[in-house]
């Protein structure tokens, strides 16, 4: 399974990207999709998830700004980012939990990561 990530790039403050992370490979089934990021000298940190079932959970620091979506048919999960701020500049990695075969559980994989750079 491969996570491809992609989308990332610099934008001023108060502007706008979306990220894309496809899944590809032997897939039966993915459960949860989230975003994280992690910022030079910084623990990485969740941004955004979405269940199977479309619920969603964001922190705080992103509620109202980010908006995680995904198309189950495509295997991908997007994250559209507004009114960015210089303290969101990291590297975003995407994250999904997929099964490879009926009955088997669910295992994490992680995407390459993108790099988002917000100038003040």
């Known amino acids: 399974v491969q996570l491809q990530a992609s989308g990332g790039g610099l934008v001023q403050a108060g502007g706008s990207l979306r990220l894309s992370c496809a899944a590809s490979?032997?897939?039966?089934?993915?459960?949860?999709m989230g975003w994280y990021r992690q910022a030079p000298g910084k623990q990485r940190e969740l941004v955004a998830a979405?269940?199977?079932?479309?619920?969603?959970n964001y922190p705080d620091s992103v509620k109202g700004r980010f908006t995680i979506s995904r198309d189950n048919a495509k295997n991908t999960v997007y994250l559209q980012m507004n009114s960015l701020k210089p303290e969101d500049t990291a590297v975003y990695y995407c994250?999904?939990?997929?099964?490879?075969?009926?009955?088997?559980?669910?295992?994490?994989?992680w995407g390459q990561g993108t790099l988002v750079t917000v100038s003040s």
């Open positions: 994250n999904a939990e997929v099964t490879r075969r009926l009955g088997s559980p669910y295992l994490g994989y």
């Open positions: 490979g032997s897939i039966v089934s993915i459960n949860y």
């Open positions: 979405i269940s199977s079932g479309g619920s969603t």
